[in-house]
């Protein structure tokens, strides 16, 4: 089943290479989508791709890279669109 979720991460996620680990484990599952950067210090992802994929790399998210510290994520499910061609990091 394909799934997509939309997620905001707060805490000290910007400046310890949070984009870079979550581009990094996106590919190893074979996700779609985007992460950015947002003003205020927290970290926004669209993930597209296999339900259980996707499943692995927000629980990635929940935790963070060394160095990150995650207070909270909000994630919001949205319908499946299949509209990334891969995944990239937004700057």
Request: hydrophobic letters at 40%.
């Amino acid at each position: 089943m394909k799934r997509r979720v939309h997620i905001v991460v707060h805490g000290h996620v910007q400046g310890v290479w949070f984009r870079a680990a979550v581009r990094d484990i996106a590919g190893r599952e074979g996700i779609s989508g985007f992460v950015r950067n947002l003003p205020g210090g927290a970290v926004e992802a669209v993930f597209e791709g296999d339900s259980s994929a996707v499943e692995r790399v927000t629980g990635f998210c929940r935790v963070g890279p060394p160095g990150s510290r995650v207070d909270r994520v909000d994630l919001e499910e949205e319908p499946f669109t299949g509209g990334f061609d891969a995944f990239t990091v937004r700057y």
